[in-house]
């Protein structure tokens, strides 16, 4: 029977440099150690899952997931560590691509209007039996990744794009589309996609807004004109199309807590630029009130995207709990039938937020519920990350080196994970060289 393992103490950093750590581990245990976990886990390999988030505008999940393998590597050789991947898709950029390449679908790629109005190379999957399911990303067509940094101001980008990848699922007989929220360089309450779908936003005057015109034209709605609607997305259709948005249900749409008030900043808004914003979303959820007698203001999930799934909500789409769909698309939770010693994680800014239904702190949840202890990689720390050790984060550590411009950060992403593994990693192993030595 394999003896526990002893655990791992809460930490917040490891600043030591390697040969520091060396010579920690061989005093600790009076010997020079010829495989890190020959003598210190009784000749067991270490299990490590690595289960990463990706760091925005920079690396996808897969690619973090490699980039702490690499990391964990250099400190351990392949007979002591058996390691598995699990990249975390929670509905944002490269979601339509992992969940295709699950199911054996297939890609399709397509040209649709940008979140700034520009063309852009696009794509959305198939899957299921005849292909007749669609999946997209809404990051493919309307992501901040799409926004160049001179141009960020979300009161103008729009989803226009993500309405076309939906027409071409329409078009194409699809009978279910799926919609993964996440990483939106926009805030138009899903304005535009709405327009490219066939709905005319209305004024006083009854005149139409200009298209794709993005948050700021939503000041001047009071109306919603469904009569030119796609076939299919009509209440009375006979082959109506379901959607189901996969989106954190913990953002709204409006209120202090709202979407514009919460990511606006993120995504280039001034401080007057939020509060037009809030102000435009707001009259939204007032009209949508008005006429469909649906209160979508503060609905679970209507604040995803930039209000995407508010727009989405106006069309009957199901808003699903990411963590609750992602478990049902990659089987999440079957990864702890396996014993593991140590879940790995990552995400690009750990703080108040990760607990609000990031998949980091949801894989921590799962973890914590099987007695696996969790260390996070960070590319930021923030305000409120200690919240964080109530859902399962054991330790979190920062992959920067100090004092750095974001541009210079997220180019030197990969080598910094690679790093910040190798550092976890010989921290670990300190741990277990102290355990072993009391035993």
């Known amino acids: 029977m394999r003896p526990a393992l002893p655990r791992l103490s809460t930490l917040k950093t490891f600043n030591l440099p390697p040969q520091k750590v060396e010579d920690l581990i061989n005093s600790a245990v009076s010997t020079t150690i010829l495989t890190p976990t020959s003598d210190l886990l009784f000749g067991h390999p ?34 002591s560590i058996v390691l598995r991947k699990l990249p975390l898709h929670d509905g944002g950029e490269g979601f339509c691509r992992a969940l295709v ?49 001179s141009m960020r101001d979300p009161t103008v980008t729009t989803t226009f794009g993500v309405g076309e990848l939906m027409k071409a699922a329409l078009d194409g007989g699809c009978n279910n589309i799926i919609i993964g929220c996440g990483d939106s360089g926009t805030s138009d309450g899903g304005a535009g996609m709405l327009q490219a779908l066939g709905v005319r936003l209305l004024d006083a005057n009854g005149q139409e807004l200009p298209e794709a015109d993005g948050g700021r034209s939503l000041s001047r709605l009071t109306k919603l004109c469904w009569c030119g609607i796609h076939p ?48 435009a979303l707001e009259i939204l959820g007032g009209v949508a009130k008005k006429d469909l007698k649906m209160d979508i203001s503060s609905a679970p999930g209507g604040g995803a995207s930039g209000g995407l799934g508010a727009g989405l909500m106006l069309l009957g789409a199901t808003l699903r709990p990411r963590s609750e769909a992602i478990n049902e698309y990659f089987e999440f939770d079957r990864v702890f039938e396996s014993q593991w010693d140590f879940v790995i994680t990552a995400e690009g800014s750990l703080d108040s937020q990760s607990t609000q239904g990031k998949m980091t702190t949801e894989m921590a949840r799962q973890a914590k519920r099987h007695g696996v202890q969790v260390v996070a990689l960070a590319g930021s720390i923030g305000e409120g990350a200690d ?13 920067s080196r100090g004092p750095s411009s974001l541009e210079d950060a997220i180019a030197e992403t990969e080598r910094l994970v690679k790093d910040g593994a190798e550092k976890v990693m010989r921290m670990i192993l300190v741990g277990l060289a102290l355990g072993r030595r009391r035993t």
């Open 46 to 79: 270490l299990r490590v899952l690595v289960a990463p988030s990706g760091f925005k505008e920079s690396l996808g999940p897969e690619h973090v997931a490699d980039a702490i393998e690499a990391g964990l590597r250099r400190v351990v050789d392949t007979g």
């Open 101 to 149: 390449a699950a199911h054996g679908g297939e890609i399709a790629e397509k040209i649709v209007r940008g979140p700034v109005g520009e063309p852009v190379a696009s794509h959305l999957g198939f899957i299921g039996e005849g292909k007749k399911t669609a999946v997209l990303d809404m990051a493919a067509a309307a992501g901040l990744r799409l926004v160049p940094k």
């Open 232 to 279: 299919r997305l009509r209440n009375d259709a006979e082959s109506r199309v379901e959607i189901e948005a996969v989106c954190n249900v913990k953002n709204v749409l409006c209120g202090p807590k709202g979407v514009a008030r919460i990511y606006g900043p993120q995504k280039g808004a001034t401080p007057e630029q939020v509060e037009l914003l809030a102000a």
């Open 387 to 399: 919240g964080c050790y109530g859902a399962g984060i054991k330790a979190f550590t920062s992959i």
